[in-house]
């Protein structure tokens, strides 16, 4: 069964980074941390001078949900793995950022509303 979303695209791009050696970023230019046993992940707003893998989100903050609300996730992130679509994703208490690489952005909205879901931006 799928959970029918409105999906908005986050107009800015993101670079993932892994500090296996650091606790916390050194500044506060970061949008999203995961801390575990190897290092640090950080989500970091893609600044223009960067070149490397840049990444775009989804957000599902038009349909914000409880944290009781099974498959919400997984009713996003299914039908990208079904297409081969790498995602990136970090959870806040209301809704989820999906990230998927930028040059997959065209097809990750087809797919995505090919499951039912609506896309915003």
């Known amino acids: 069964m799928t959970v029918a979303q409105t999906l ?10 892994h500090l296996p050696n650091s606790v916390f970023p ?19 707003e ?3 001078s960067v070149e490397a893998d840049r990444w775009v989100g989804f957000y599902g903050g038009a349909t914000a949900h409880g944290l009781d609300t099974p498959g919400m996730l ?4 299914s039908p990208l793995a079904e297409a081969r679509i790498s995602v990136f994703v ?12 930028e040059y997959k952005l065209d097809v990750a909205k087809a ?7 609506r896309i915003q931006g």
Not at 111 to 117: C, K, N
């Open 111 to 117: 797919v995505l509303q090919e499951a039912g879901h």
């Open 26 to 44: 050194e500044d506060d230019e970061w949008v999203a941390l995961v801390r575990a046993p190897e290092g640090l992940t950080v989500v970091r």
């Open 74 to 77: 997984a009713a996003i992130i």
């Open 90 to 101: 970090a959870s806040t208490y209301h809704a989820d950022l999906v990230l998927v690489p």
């Open 8 to 17: 908005g695209v986050v107009p800015n791009q993101f670079v993932l980074e």
């Open 46 to 48: 893609a600044p223009p």
